[in-house]
C-alpha cells in the first residue's frame, strides 16, 4: 500500500499554498495497492513535533477521516467535507473541528504525517472521535499502512 502527493515527495516540503501562510486548503493526496479485503481505509494527518521540534510535548492533529471507500483512489487538492467518497466519516482534530487545518508550526521546522490505514472493518459512527478514540476502534482491525510525511517552517 502507497500514500504520495503530486505537491511533495516523502520527507520533502509542503507547499506554504497548502499551510496557514497560503489558502490552508488540503493537499491533493492518492494511493495505490489497497488490499483487496480492505474495507474501509482511514486517513490521519498529524504533527508528533508540537510545538517544537527540539522539545515536542503533543501530537498535533491536522485532518482525521474514517469509513473512506477502499475502491477510491485518493483526494482532490482542496476537498470539502461534502466532496468525500461516499460514506466517509470524520473526526475532530486539534481545533476541536472537522476541517482539514494544514501545517502551521510556530516554530522550526515540523513533519507532518499523512497516516493511510486499510481495516477489515467498516467502523460503527464514532460522532466525530479524535484520533485516540478512532485508533482505539481500529484496533485489532488494521491489516495495511502507508505513511507519508511532509516538512513545513514557517516563512514569516
Same mark, same amino acid.
Not at 82 to 89: Q, R, V
Not at 113 to 118: C, I, S
Given at each position: 500500500?502507497?500514500?504520495?502527493?503530486? /505537491?511533495?515527495?516523502?520527507?520533502?516540503?509542503?507547499?506554504?499554498?497548502?499551510?496557514?501562510? $497560503?489558502?490552508?486548503?488540503?493537499?491533493?493526496?492518492?494511493?495505490?495497492?489497497?488490499?483487496?479485503?480492505?474495507?474501509?481505509?482511514?486517513?490521519?494527518? /498529524?504533527?508528533? /513535533?508540537?510545538?517544537?521540534?527540539?522539545?515536542?510535548?503533543?501530537?498535533?492533529?491536522?485532518?482525521?477521516?474514517?469509513?473512506?471507500?477502499?475502491?477510491?483512489?485518493?483526494?482532490?487538492?482542496?476537498?470539502?467535507?461534502?466532496?468525500?467518497?461516499? $460514506?466517509?466519516?470524520?473526526?475532530?482534530?486539534?481545533?476541536?473541528?472537522?476541517?482539514?487545518? $494544514?501545517?502551521?508550526?510556530?516554530?522550526?521546522?515540523?513533519?507532518?504525517?499523512?497516516?493511510?490505514?486499510?481495516?477489515?472493518?467498516?467502523?460503527?459512527?464514532?460522532?466525530?472521535?479524535?484520533?485516540?478514540?478512532?485508533?482505539?476502534?481500529?484496533? $485489532?482491525?488494521?491489516?495495511?499502512?502507508?505513511?507519508?510525511?511532509?516538512?513545513?517552517?514557517?516563512?514569516?
Amino acid at each position: 500500500m502507497k500514500i504520495k502527493s503530486n /505537491d511533495f515527495e516523502d520527507g520533502s516540503e509542503i507547499s506554504q499554498k497548502y499551510t496557514c501562510e $497560503g489558502e490552508n486548503i488540503s493537499v491533493p493526496l492518492s494511493w495505490e495497492n489497497i488490499p483487496s479485503v480492505a474495507k474501509s481505509l482511514v486517513l490521519i494527518v /498529524d504533527d508528533p /513535533d508540537a510545538p517544537d521540534p527540539k522539545a515536542p510535548k503533543m501530537v498535533w492533529d491536522h485532518w482525521i477521516l474514517y469509513n473512506i471507500d477502499p475502491k477510491s483512489t485518493g483526494l482532490k487538492e482542496n476537498i470539502g467535507l461534502d466532496e468525500l467518497p461516499e $460514506g466517509t466519516l470524520y473526526g475532530t482534530n486539534s481545533w476541536k473541528n472537522q476541517n482539514y487545518g $494544514g501545517p502551521c508550526p510556530p516554530i522550526g521546522r515540523h513533519r507532518y504525517f499523512h497516516k493511510l490505514y486499510a481495516l477489515n472493518v467498516v467502523l460503527p459512527d464514532l460522532h466525530n472521535p479524535t484520533s485516540d478514540k478512532l485508533r482505539q476502534a481500529m484496533t $485489532g482491525h488494521v491489516i495495511d499502512e502507508a505513511v507519508l510525511i511532509g516538512t513545513y517552517q514557517k516563512k514569516k
